[in-house]
């Protein structure tokens, strides 16, 4: 009885050792794949990913609002540059972020240095590298795809872009891509009801099946 008491402690705690970092997703950075690939869907759900180069009082609001499952924000470096209140809003309630980087193409590739002092810029501000990137056109060159690969940087790109329309029908994977621009002719009330009316999870976890939190301070 004694042997077979050992032996069950035994396997729990194997399954325990396998099983932890995978629930409590002490991940701070890590490649979606072996080599330089842009992401556009995930497997387990949807996500919304909002991209953010302006901003008004509205805006403060609903960053001090929005409810989990949080979207990914997608940050300008000009942006973040003049916006310190916000920033420190997304800093104490630990809402993901990424980088929205310049625009790109196969026909004229961006300056690989001028991605490197936005993300120079973003490290600064956010205290940490970014762990997701994407162009304002959504398109990549491949010297680009290599130096964010290089850097530990997952590319995105969207399944579809929302910019205020009726309710999209979703697929299962999709990251819906909202731009929040000067120009946007959405409403925050009109992004509230896209969350509302749809079950959005982490892009994490639509990737990988779990979720990733952040490791909480001391």
Do not use: C
């Not at 120009?183 to 969350?195: G, Y």
């Amino acid at each position: 009885m004694i042997r077979k008491t050992l032996i069950s402690l035994l396997l729990i705690g194997t399954l325990f050792v396998f099983l932890k970092p995978i629930n409590s997703t002490m991940i701070s950075v890590f490649n979606i794949a072996n080599a330089p690939v842009v992401v556009t869907k995930g497997h387990y759900g949807t996500s919304l990913i909002v991209e953010i180069s302006f901003s008004d009082e509205s805006l403060m609001d609903w960053l001090k609002t929005v409810k989990e499952p949080y979207p990914l924000l997608l940050l300008d470096t000009d942006w973040i540059k003049r916006s310190p209140e916000h920033i420190k809003i997304i800093q104490e309630r630990r809402l993901p972020t990424g980088l929205l980087g310049p625009e790109d193409s196969i026909e004229k590739p961006v300056n690989i240095d001028l991605v490197q002092k936005d993300i120079d810029i973003y490290e600064k501000y956010l205290k940490e590298k970014p762990l997701w990137f994407a162009t304002r056109n959504h398109q990549y060159s491949q010297d680009l795809q290599k130096s964010l690969f290089q850097q530990q940087m997952n590319m995105l790109s969207p399944s579809l872009i929302w910019q205020g329309e009726k309710s999209p029908k979703l697929q299962k994977g999709d990251f819906v891509f909202t731009p929040l621009r000067q120009d946007s002719s959405f409403t925050f009330k009109e992004l509230n009801a896209l969350i509302q009316q749809n079950k959005f999870m982490s892009i994490e976890e639509n990737i990988f099946g779990y979720k990733v939190q952040t490791k909480k301070s001391p």
